[in-house]
């Protein structure tokens, strides 16, 4: 039998007689986790914020993120992704992922841990988080082209910063480096043909996602949406896209390899608007203020933090995931008549 490092956290199997598992009344199981660890954000990309407004929701101590992140890991959660705001901004946060990565599951295992990050801070911080723990990492950028990349984050000197934190993530060892991308009509999308050479160049996994109706100045058109059908028919005109299989059966991108160099390089589509993935979606986010969302679209809230404050118990907290969970969302309702704008955008939830 291996031998269990002193340092390695069992999550406790709690008495109380609750599941272990967390399901919704729609038969999908909740496996992932995305905390948002701060509200705040360095950048002011045009599709996420309006460049006027900051942080509007607190944030919690370590202490607090981690009791309730606990919680959740002992009903199952396999994949924790510390997002934001921009997590690179919390000072502790390779102590968050060091105490995150000595957990294991109920069944043994070590968590799926991931950040999703803006990269500007990333140059010194790639190597800390790899000794810290962090199995993945994913970095948003949103042209490969300087000035169009400047013209979306709105800050002088951030392609350089973004890149360089790229090199660095794969200097220190994080192989498969995801780039998240969203692409806007008339904006960016000129950029689709270029990012595919990018993903080859440089061996990494580029991930074009629809834009959806989560930016805070409420300016989405489904007009603005480049759709996945686009992306392959213009990727597939220049280069050889082969298909690739799933990595999960809950997941969200299409993913292409290139027949002309295998293993090197891959493009993946992720098309909320225009072909949901409801059906599968094994996500449920908590905010940072410590509320649970069970969808992106979500339009109501359930106080977790809340609950702790006023004393619950870990068993409490643990019945009051279970009931949140219970009430997940069959699917959004994105392009009909009955969608409602949720009440916060994609910075103030956790992408
Ligand atoms: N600051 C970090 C970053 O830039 O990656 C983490 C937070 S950011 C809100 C998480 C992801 O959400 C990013 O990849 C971003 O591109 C994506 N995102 C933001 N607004 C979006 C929208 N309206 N539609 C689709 N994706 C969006």
């Not at 002088?156 to 973004?162: D, E, K, L, R, T």
């Amino acid at each position: 039998m291996a031998t269990v490092p002193e340092s390695v956290k069992e999550i406790a199997t709690y008495p109380d007689g609750l599941a272990s598992r967390l399901q919704d009344s729609h038969g999908r199981t909740i496996t992932d986790l995305r905390v948002s660890i701060t509200d705040r954000c360095n950048y002011k990309c045009v599709y996420c914020r309006t460049g006027n407004v900051g942080a509007q929701y607190a944030e919690l101590s370590t202490a607090d993120y981690l009791r309730l992140i606990r919680a959740f890991v002992s009903l199952g959660i396999e994949k924790v992704r510390l997002t934001g705001g921009e997590p690179l901004l919390r000072r502790d946060l390779t102590e968050i992922v060091q105490e995150l990565a000595g957990w294991r599951t109920p069944a043994g295992e070590k968590l799926d841990l991931a950040i999703t990050t803006n990269g500007h801070l990333l140059e010194s911080l790639a190597q800390p988080l790899k000794t810290a723990g962090l199995t993945r990492l994913t970095v948003s950028m949103d042209a490969v082209d300087e000035s169009t990349f400047e013209r979306v984050t709105r800050i002088p000197g951030s392609y350089a910063n973004v890149l360089g934190g790229i090199r660095a993530a794969q200097s220190a060892g994080f192989t498969r480096v995801k780039i998240n991308c969203v692409l806007l009509r008339g904006f960016n999308d000129d950029q689709v043909e270029a990012f595919a050479h990018f993903a080859r160049r440089e061996n990494l996994v580029v991930r074009f996602i629809e834009f959806m109706p989560l930016d805070e100045d409420r300016r989405w058109t489904p007009e603005m949406v480049v759709s996945l059908r686009e992306i392959v028919a213009r990727i597939s005109a220049i280069l050889p896209l082969a298909p690739l299989a799933p990595n999960t059966v809950s997941e969200t991108a299409r993913r292409y390899g290139f027949s002309d160099t295998p293993g090197v390089g891959e493009v993946g589509i992720i098309a909320p608007v225009t072909q949901a993935f409801c059906g599968a979606c094994s996500r449920i986010r908590l905010t940072s203020d410590g509320k649970i969302r069970t969808c992106l679209f979500s339009n109501f809230e359930h106080d977790l933090h809340r609950q702790m404050r006023e004393g619950a118990s870990d068993s409490d907290l643990r019945q009051f995931i279970l009931r949140a969970v219970e009430q997940k969302e069959a699917r959004h309702h994105i392009g009909e008549p009955d969608f409602l704008k949720p009440s916060r955008s994609m910075v103030h939830i956790g992408g």
